[in-house]
């Protein structure tokens, strides 16, 4: 009789998280219907559409900004501006799987982050650009720059992915079947939740959570999120920057000596292979920058100035 209760408690259980993950799905629209009033310009790369926007004089420098890992580029508007200001033609997209960029069925590689920032650079018909690459962003230039030295004029890196722990809540995760699930149930939550610690204090930092949130009604966002989680995308960049400090490229580090999110000790570590890099360091954890675009776009436009950038 045992047995029958134990299968019979499995299949509730097993029913139980059925109706909690079918009843828990927030995916409710196409990237084209998410993007469809958004200003952005679009492009069909070889991958999927790619969102973007495109500002200032074309004979100017090319900057282009680069996001982090769930925060798309609606969250950096603010340093646009002050970029242009600075004498620079400021160009910001969202990577594929965020924002207003398409989802494909495909996994998210850093090698996928890099072709399409590549593409994106061959439509607008720039050769040569300075990148300023944010958290998660920092791995996708720092892989750019490590595999086209000579697309690069000159690289900004704010609190830089490095190199991410492969937790044993990921690398469970990472299962075939079991990814959906926690996607779904726990991840997705979480990182919503992180998304908060944005600050929701102004007006526009209440519209870019409010966009951030909105991103995962998107079909295959959670896919992709836990493609870039589980897969290589976050792998280590460490290599990488031993190739940019061969190349000779200009490079700033900004970074929160308190981030706990990003451990200064694998930033410390990519500063070590540099030979005259611009370092600035700040307290306020992996946000820190939420109310200081001014302060840091103006650092990384004179320390471009300055080496000729």
Known sequence: MWKYWIIGILALAVLGVAIAYVSANRETMTAEQFRADSGYNTV???????AYKDLGPRDAVPLVIVHGATLGSVAYEAYYQPFLDAGYRVIAY???????S???DTDLSIDLMREQLLGLLDHLQIDGA????????GAVIARFAAAHPERVKGLGFQVP???APRSTFLQVASLPIIRPIMGRLLLVP?????????????????RVVDHFKTQF???????????????DAMSSRLDDHVAIGKAGIPVQFV????????????????ISNYEQPDVHTYTGGHFFSSTKQDELAAKLAAFFKARGV
């Open 130 to 137: 300075a990148l300023y690459g944010v958290s998660f962003g």
């Open 161 to 163: 992915l490095i190199e």
């Open 217 to 231: 009604e998107v079909e295959g966002t959670q896919r992709m999120l836990m493609s870039m989680l589980t897969d």
């Open 190 to 206: 979480a990182i919503i939740d992180r998304g908060e610690s944005f600050g929701v204090e102004t007006e526009e930092q209440r």
């Open 94 to 100: 969202d990577q594929y799987g965020r924002g207003f």
């Open 255 to 270: 970074y929160a000596t308190d981030d706990p999110e990003i451990l200064p000790s694998t930033v410390e570590a990519a």
């Open 44 to 50: 069909a790369l070889a991958s999927g559409v790619t």
């Open 102 to 104: 398409d989802r494909p």
